[in-house]
């Protein structure tokens, strides 16, 4: 069965800096994976996605993460915090052979000034 | 505008009164699903449908029953509510979840007394 590991529940980051939030999954297969973002009352929002190719994607709101097949992982990264990006982020994985997804369990990030 | 619309946004409700949470998308959507948030547990599936009259059980199916008699619509069904079903619920749809773009309800907050 996939399945998803965020270790970090909460991150706290000074606005400026670079922020890595960390993502390891299990999958038996050439995994698919995701990143999503829920801000404060709000439901969740794709932040960006890799199927194949390029190992390194970038997504919205200036948002990147790199595949490492090797290690398992799909960290998130941002080279530069910007206070509305406080939220809590959800990584995922899927597949082709799967009809849904599985989240990990979210790390807040926290935005100090 | 492309949305998943939840019905109602918050409910305070007590043990055993059957209640409705309605889903409704309006960007033809094959699938469907339902999700709980509880802190410290991330997002937990709990049931989906891959289309019309095609539902099956996601991760914590027990105490929710679903219908897929439309296209647009999921609603999910709490028969006899417990306190322990009280979450944060979220819908989603998908063109196909394998890709995993899945688009989010704002959420149902549900209080169960």
């Known amino acids: 069965a996939q399945s998803v590991t965020q270790p970090d529940i909460h991150i706290t980051v000074s606005e400026g800096a670079s922020l890595e939030l960390r993502c390891n999954y299990s999958?038996?297969?050439?995994?698919?994976l995701f990143w999503y973002v829920q801000s404060p009352g709000q439901g969740l929002q794709l932040l960006l996605k890799?199927?194949?190719?390029?190992?390194l994607v970038q997504g919205i709101k200036g948002f990147e993460a790199e595949f490492k097949r090797s290690q398992s992982s799909f960290n998130l990264r941002k080279p530069s915090v910007h206070w509305s990006d406080a939220a809590e982020y959800f990584c995922?994985?899927?597949?082709?052979?799967?009809?849904?997804?599985?989240f990990g369990k979210g790390t807040m990030l926290l935005v100090s000034p | 505008e492309a949305q998943v619309t939840q019905n109602p946004r918050y409910l305070i409700t007590v043990t055993g009164k059957k209640l409705t949470v309605t889903c409704s998308q309006n960007m033809n959507h094959e699938y469907m699903s339902w999700y709980r948030q509880d802190p410290g547990l991330g997002l937990r599936q709990i049931y989906y449908?891959?289309?019309?009259?095609?539902?099956d059980k996601g991760d914590v199916p027990e105490g929710y029953k679903v219908s897929r008699k439309e296209k647009r619509n999921f609603p999910l069904i709490l028969e006899s509510p417990s306190p322990n079903q009280t979450s944060l619920y979220f819908c989603a749809s998908s063109s196909d979840v394998r890709v995993g773009e899945l688009f989010f309800g704002e959420g149902s907050r549900l209080t169960v007394l």
């Open positions: 999958y038996g297969a050439t995994p698919y």
């Open positions: 449908s891959m289309n019309v009259e095609v539902t």
């Open positions: 890799y199927f194949s190719g390029d190992t």
């Open positions: 995922a994985v899927g597949g082709s052979g799967y009809s849904t997804l599985t």
